[in-house]
């Protein structure tokens, strides 16, 4: 079909006014797709799968006036800038967190806490400030209009703090307060902003590598680590009402302080210079897995780790103590070293097998009964409880469409809740509650602009785990049975693998060339993959599916929408793989 001229692009309506015609007719855009290779699609599929993308595109080409584009380009665009200016606002628009106030700076703290009779907030402050004030350096004699000059300390740049206060999810609602920089405002090279952040597979990994080779595993919490490190940039700032009597001194910056851009990475290179001392050298795959070779008794030799997640360190090895030790004697650990129950929100504990053998688990059953405590807070406030959403023997029912909502849209301050809630519950499912995976992925798509109807069944959601939480717990075990799969589901027709080596004489795995020894017990990784052909009823795409098993212990899921519209269940199995 030919594309509509411009002069044509335009119908008369019944009271004469001319309307734009609606119409995708002859367009098709070069699409360029994450493998590298490139397609034409019709516009209208492109329309329908991204269209504020696209609708970008237009504009910065000015197609925006062509028939195909004039219809519909502007009004999206009208849309994306609503949607974006509700979400930067939402910050501001927070001021309760599990139904509990959250003030935004410290003066607005302490008057919470003599308006509620407590010293919570005042508390955490206090503990806050005697951990940070390292990071300060007093300038005594000199004034804020005196360091403006840039003559007392050439090079030094203003830099504003301030407190921010968030409330914990431990089952005790603990305060925190925690004096950040406004690194926002200062221009640092982007090759020094990064942290230590190790991935959650590579923790599950180390949980199913410890139970392979019958090794142990410590965990620490460094104290305030950033402030262990010296600052990489040249910064001072006028002193707060936090600072007490100090208020309005002029401060040098002399420490990592949180919320500086530099801070991660200063922090990050003065831990890896300790790892570095105690022989330990980052892993390939996860440069914040530290391995190093170890010995058992036995004379067995595998590889010791250190999984570091900014100040959180898991150590895998026969004797932790050794180096838990040696870690202490660099920094100080809060509360010491221990073996883990808790980490990164998850209960972490050993069961036993059927063979009698032990492993290491994950559960989420305290961050779940946090959760579901303050969601039934939030209900409460209108007369609601959580048990009025459904019997709970699903997370939603199986014919509810989120694609198909058309109930009104949320306000500003539900926006909030619900992408509160969406966030929970993504952890959760990181934590090991996979039963609920597919369910909130189909429902986060919609957490720019939800609806009452999306809403309602979040909290379908969480009377599912109210409901299931004592008979399922969501425990995930690192089994290291070592499962053998049957290659005799791969076999096609005739096909041997005898026969395939007549058209593939020569095939072999590659390995690579810098690969480190493998050391410890050998494993398999078995995969399983599904999709939902055009399960989506709104636009066709279908939904995805995966989880990784590393001999019988599951390593990593997820569940997403696919970015394309396939036209048979092949092709979205295929793209799925």
Known sequence: ATAIKQCDGFIHSKNGNKVPKMTTRGWSLEVEWKDGSASWVPLKDLKLANPVELAEYAVANNLEHEPAFHWWVNDTLRKRERIISKVKAKYWRTTHKFGIEVPKTAEEAYAIDQK????LWTAAIDKEMKNVRVAFETQDGVTVDEMKTGKVKPGYKFITTHMIFDIKMDGKFTRKARLVADGHKTDTPSSITYSSVVSRESVRLGLLIAALNDLDIACCDIGNAYLNADCREKLWTIAGAEFGSEKGAVMLIVRALYGLKSSGAAWRAKLAETLDTMGYIPTQADPDVWRRTAVKPSGETYYAYMLVYVDDV???????KEDMDKLNGFYRLKDGWSSPDRYLGANIEKVQLPDGSMAWSMTCVDYCKGAIKNVENILEKNKVALKMFGDGHRPFPSSYRPELEVSPTLNAELTNTYQQHIGALRWAIELGRIDILTE????AQY??????????????????LQKNLSRNPGRVVFDPFL??????????????KEEWNDFYPDAAEEMPSDMPEPLGKAV????????????????????????IYVNNAPITWYSKRQNT???SSFGSEFVEI
């Open 116 to 119: 509620t009779g407590t010293s």
């Open 314 to 320: 898991l150590h895998i090895h026969h004797n932790p």
């Open 440 to 443: 909130v992925s189909c429902l």
């Open 447 to 464: 957490s720019c602009a939800p609806r009452e109807g999306h809403l309602q069944a979040i909290y379908k959601i969480f009377r599912y």
């Open 483 to 496: 499962q053998h799969t049957d290659e005799k589901v791969f076999e096609m027709g005739a096909k041997t």
């Open 524 to 547: 398999i990784i078995r995969a399983y993959v599904d999709a939902n052909h055009a399960g989506n009823l709104a636009n066709r795409r279908s939904h995805s599916g995966i989880i």
């Open 565 to 567: 519209v396939e036209s």
